[in-house]
């Protein structure tokens, strides 16, 4: 019998008619084809895929769990996105909701490298939640985008990422960039994370420049790099920790805690942001919460990733967010810090004592 993993859809249909279209998301995700047509028994046996159950969600809403063949994925990031959601996205009846990751595929991606344990011991973190910042606006040079990054690492803060705007504009070059705030943080616990951008060539060149620079963490928007970049990324230098940022994850219909906190886990993301409830995005309290599970996910197969919750974070709510998620977490406040202006470093330096002492509830 040939391996099979189950992906869960959500679909709207009417109760005459679910059964029929889960038969044909199971076609359209494995073999698209007539399966009258279709000659070879072992195709039909082995690859074709299966409707293992149907359950009514109640409004016209239907779970379709679908058994699909784990050797149509063979061992690339974007043929694993192809089979898991290719033409089915197309049609806008359907979300991507849930896939259970088998071992095998657990093995052939890999997950983290690094995962949450490893990340507490770069910064000396052992028990309490982590902070990051983030570098903005766009449109500053590198030397002042480097005095921001100073004084972030005056106030003590843990992570220091670009915006994930910043690319290799003419206003910032990323080598500049890196250079200039990479020895701004020198000699301080703090890790400067650079934003990754272009094609896989590009990359490549950035990580090899920033570890030059002693740089060991990195921030990757995978659905703008692709799913098989970031795959290769991660296994190339697997001394460099990667932070997966959310850009575009709103393009397609997957649900987040499976895009966010499981495919992105699954690629080698060591710690994965995402809109925290109550910003300026509308995720909910309970997809948050999702999102955050489906990271550090108990698995022997697999890394815990950190969650790291962003998107309009104040200093005011870092005790509510800190009782939410937990210590396993990683807290993310840029333009609220920002506002300080000539306080930045104290502010900077409330945000992390007040991470560090915070008595859980």
Known sequence: MAARFLVTYHVRAGAETIAARARAIAVEQSVEMPIEAIEAPEVLRDIVGQVADIADLGAGAFAVRIALATATIGDDGAQL?????????????????????????????????????????????????????????????????????????????????????????????????????????????????????????????????????????????????????????VAGFPDIAFLAHPSFGGASRIAPELLIGTLFRLLGADAVIFPTHGGRFGYTPETCRRIAEAARLNRVDMRRALPVPAGGMTLARVPEILDFYGPDTMLLIGGSLLMARERLTEETAAFTNRVATHQYR
Not at 94 to 113: H, K, N, Q
Not at 118 to 140: D, E, I, S, W
Not at 220 to 233: E, H, K, R, V
């Open 81 to 233: 996105l192809n089979m898991l959601f290719g033409n089915t996205s197309l049609h806008d009846d359907v979300v991507l909701a849930d896939v259970e990751i088998p071992s095998a595929l657990a093995a052939t991606f890999g997950g983290p490298r690094h995962g949450i344990g490893r990340l507490r011991r770069r910064v000396a973190a052992p028990n309490r939640a982590m902070t990051c910042v983030a570098l903005k606006p766009q449109g500053l040079s590198p030397h002042r985008l480097a005095a921001l990054a100073a004084r972030f690492a005056a106030g003590g803060v843990d992570f220091i990422k670009d915006d994930h705007g910043l690319a290799n504009q003419g206003y910032s070059p990323f080598a500049d960039r890196v250079r200039a705030c990479a020895a701004a943080v020198r000699g301080q616990p703090t890790r400067y994370v650079p934003s990754l951008s272009g094609n896989l060539d590009a990359m490549r060149a950035q990580i090899a420049l920033a570890r030059e620079e002693g740089i060991d963490t990195v921030l990757i928007a995978p659905l703008l790099a692709g799913f098989s970049t970031m795959q290769a990324l």
